[in-house]
């Protein structure tokens, strides 16, 4: 991570500011180095990107989506610059980044074509009390979004909130994770190439404080993608200001195996979906609660296939480090309670933390109370339970405090047991896949957060609701005056009794 450092202004008279860097997790080489921008720099940025909202909610849905578009294809050209630096910032191989940078093309493409169907102003129906107005709903943008993203997907979590914000019309400020604050300045240097006139996404760097800053702004929401205890912060800080805010907090995401299900694809699954990306993923596989019947197939699939995955720095790599230091010490943590409380450890185990790297970790039998089962681990490890039936799965997998996303592997139940699911999102047969389908929203309940992105609600996420009726004629009733008659009122209950009382 960042190390404090000094860097001069560009005249190189002024006084010293600060700087921060970023460091390869691989190797700690220095990738680049960034200004940490102070709360007035961060008010000096929102300033001038309110007065390009203006400028960019004037342009229409189809001038932006011109410029959108044109980004799309620009992040399309340069995807391997893209992913030179993503791997550099995060640790994270190569083709994880180019997979992350597909959903991001996807979704980009989905955003400015889907703006206008979802915002544009539209008719809806008065019903009969209104029948002399003709009622219209649009959704308008709601000024500056303040977007506060995490390093773990640096660029396809944030982009979740910027290119929904952007297509509805909003300008956007972004304060990457300082972990991987040269990923953010690429996007709003590659987006000024398409959008020059204005600062439309701009970007702030620095710790925790310039995104506290950004924060108490005065932005129109806050879009956050951490850990639930920042998340606290935030809502807190934002309170002062009434500044209302969209959480994707983390989860603690459960597989579930019924008796029915395809139990080599469902390991197959369950390993990518927990270990990919080093495990560090906010709708990553945390647990599995696989029926009796199949467990011990299970298992040995599973263990078979985590012990395949080569962990490194080299290009063949199926998994990097972990990309910020600290998180060793939680996933170390976790090890040690699940096998203290009599979990055990069938692929690896508390050697396999090697900072910065961790060694795929499968643990099998752990009490529900250890902090592997109940917290976020962000690493490669899975636990394995067995458990009765898909019913007591569905039980012990909604028994968390996150409710993020969830997994089921069955073939007679599966949409079934996806609806009694306490959570936002869940893939029948499959791991992750919602993640990948633009139109579907994404996001959580409980510590997991609120608000959704992706989707139309993704779109109607960063716009106001404007509702306008217009009178074509006088009411033949006219109850909303006083001159009104003195039986009006009585006569226009008669008539709602008559219509919906009955
Ligand atoms: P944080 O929640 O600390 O960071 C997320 C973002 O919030 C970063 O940009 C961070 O900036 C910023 N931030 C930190 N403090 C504040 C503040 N007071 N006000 C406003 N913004 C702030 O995540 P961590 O990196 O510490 O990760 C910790 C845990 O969070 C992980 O173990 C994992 O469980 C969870 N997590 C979940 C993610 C998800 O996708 N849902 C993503 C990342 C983490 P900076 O980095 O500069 O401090």
Redesign the pocket.
């Known amino acids: 991570m960042a190390q404090p450092a000094v860097e001069d202004t560009p005249s190189g008279k002024d006084r010293p500011r600060p700087a921060f860097t970023s460091t390869d997790p691989r190797t700690g080489e220095f990738v680049g180095s960034h200004p940490v921008h102070s709360a007035a720099e961060v008010a000096a940025r929102v300033a001038v990107a309110r007065i390009a909202a203006g400028w960019w909610a004037g342009l229409g849905f189809a001038e932006r989506k011109e410029r959108l578009d044109a980004w799309r294809k620009l992040i399309s050209r340069r995807v391997e610059d893209l992913v030179t630096l993503m791997c550099a910032e995060t640790g994270k191989p190569a083709d994880d980044a180019r997979l992350e940078l597909v959903l991001v093309i996807s979704h980009l493409h989905w955003a400015a074509g889907n703006a206008e169907r979802v915002l544009r102003r539209r008719g809806v129906r008065t019903g009969m009390l209104m029948m002399n107005q003709v009622a219209t709903i649009e959704y308008q943008p709601l000024g500056v979004v303040g977007v ?5 997907y640096p660029v396809f ?1 944030p982009i979740g909130s910027i290119a929904y914000a952007l297509a509805a019309g909003n300008t956007v400020v972004f ?5 991987t604050p040269g990923v953010g300045v690429w996007l709003a240097d590659t987006f000024a190439e398409v959008v020059p006139e204005h600062p439309v996404l701009s970007v702030v760097t ?3 404080e310039t ?2 800053a950004l ?1 108490r702004s005065g932005v129109d929401k806050i879009a ?4 639930a ?2 998340g606290r ?2 809502l807190a ?1 934002c309170a002062d200001t009434l500044t209302p805010v969209l959480m ?3 989860g603690k995401d459960a597989l579930i195996v019924d008796e029915d299900a395809d139990v080599a694809a469902a390991a197959e699954a369950a390993v990518w979906g927990a270990m990919a990306n080093a495990g560090q993923s ?1 709708a990553g596989v945390e647990r599995v609660y696989v029926v009796d019947s199949l467990a011990d197939e299970f298992v040995g699939l599973a263990t078979d296939r985590a012990r395949t995955l080569r962990v490194g720095a080299h290009p063949g790599a199926d998994i990097g480090p972990m990309t ?1 230091p600290s ?1 060793v010490d ?1 996933v170390r943590s976790h090890i040690a309670d699940a096998m203290a409380r009599g979990g055990q450890a069938v692929v690896g185990g508390l050697d396999s933390v090697r900072s910065p790297y961790v060694e795929p970790v499968v643990l099998v039998d752990v009490p529900q109370d250890s902090i592997a089962v109940t917290d ?1 681990t ?1 690493g490669p490890t899975l636990v394995i339970n067995r458990v009765r039936n898909a019913d007591e799965a569905v039980e012990l997998a909604n028994a968390s405090r996150y409710a993020l996303g969830a997994s089921v592997f069955a073939k007679a139940r599966g949409p079934e047991l996806a609806a009694k699911l306490r959570a936002g999102m869940v893939s029948v047969n499959s791991v992750l896949s919602y993640a990948a389908v633009p139109a579907l929203p994404f996001g959580g309940s409980g510590e997991s957060g609120f608000g959704r992105i992706h989707g139309e609600d993704g779109l109607r996420e960063f716009t106001r609701a404007q509702s306008v009726t217009r009178q074509r004629f006088r009411p033949l009733l006219r109850a909303m005056t006083f001159v009104r008659g003195g039986r009006t009122v009585r006569k226009l209950l008669r008539l709602v009794r008559l219509r919906y009382g009955r």
Do not use: D, H
Request: glycine content about 18%; hydrophobic content about 30%.
């Open positions: 506060i993203g995490p390093w773990n979590t304060k990457p994770s300082e972990y620095g710790s925790g995104g506290a924060c956050f993608t951490g850990s205890a920042t912060r935030v800080a994707e907090c983390g906010c910020v998180q939680v976020e962000f």
